[in-house]
DNA sequence: AGCCATAGGGAAAAAATTTTCCCTGCCTGC
DNA sequence: GCAGGCAGGGAAAATTTTTTCCCTATGGCT
């Protein structure tokens, strides 16, 4: 296991959140469980680009903050199936303003960083 | 300057938004320049736990998303202020809501890291 | 000449995260 | 036997991000 040399601050809400969804394939794994993909290799084969094994991170992670919890069903072979927790649930909403947000912004944000130089400014510039 | 090695997908909204504000203390930044600290320096003493060269790292980077522009005024000594540009402006409910619904789930969060074990589950368990 | 402030960046170290590789175990089917 | 699918993790490498250290330049003040 990984320990951390610096101490997080997680007494802040903003830090919060990025730490809980803030990882990079955290969000997209909530949106396979809402979409009903709840089975880890059914995830990994949805996420065919990401290896299993971050995938399988994540979701331990996703299960320690308590936004998902584990189903394991005694069938043969073994069957799991992650769901969503009440506080899982709650955070729905904000992945979805998250995605919405830059949806609509893409395009101004890459325009903006491929015509970017350190003396362009959409605005007033230099005011004298 | 560095080089990514893996390209970024930055098609997805999730990923833009991401991006933007979830580096380690760019929300705070926004922050900040949304409460009027609007100069570097000022920043950085509001910052005090961050180092001036993070800060400014983040500031540029906002800058080239467009999120927010710089004004230099012709002054002795030279004088700085970063505003928010139209789009700067539209992500700040996005970061109401992440800082609200980490204030509203912190502590849940917390005592539920605490608490967790492999095979502990606030719900249903190991179902037969 | 010092030392203060302003704004800013290069280089490299440190830390954190992500990724790859390979292993465990179970069972099924051939 | 061997190969496949299932769920999962240890160790180390690779990559990315963050941090520290030290430098640029301007001008004011003593």
Redesign the interface.
């Known amino acids: 296991m990984y320990e951390r040399k610096i101490p997080e601050l997680?007494?802040?809400?903003?830090?919060?959140?990025?730490k809980?969804?803030?990882g990079k394939w955290k969000?997209?794994i909530i949106?396979c469980i809402r979409r009903g993909v709840r089975r880890p290799s059914a995830i990994h084969k949805e996420m065919h680009e990401v290896a299993p094994r971050i995938i399988n991170m994540h979701l331990k992670e996703l299960?320690?903050?308590?936004l998902i919890?584990?189903?394991?069903?005694?069938e043969i072979p073994a069957r799991v199936e992650y769901?969503f927790?009440e506080?899982g649930y709650?955070?729905l909403p904000?992945?979805d303003?998250?995605?919405?947000?830059?949806?609509?912004?893409?395009e101004?944000?890459?325009q903006?960083?491929e015509g970017?130089q350190a003396d362009s400014?959409?605005?007033?510039?230099?005011?004298?």
């Open positions: 997680l007494d802040c809400g903003l830090a919060v959140s990025i809980v969804i803030g969000a997209w949106d299960e320690e903050y308590g919890y584990k189903k394991v069903y005694a769901c927790t506080v709650s955070v904000v992945v303003i998250l995605e919405k947000w830059g949806n609509e912004h893409k101004y944000i890459y903006h960083k970017y400014c959409p605005f007033e510039r230099k005011t004298a």
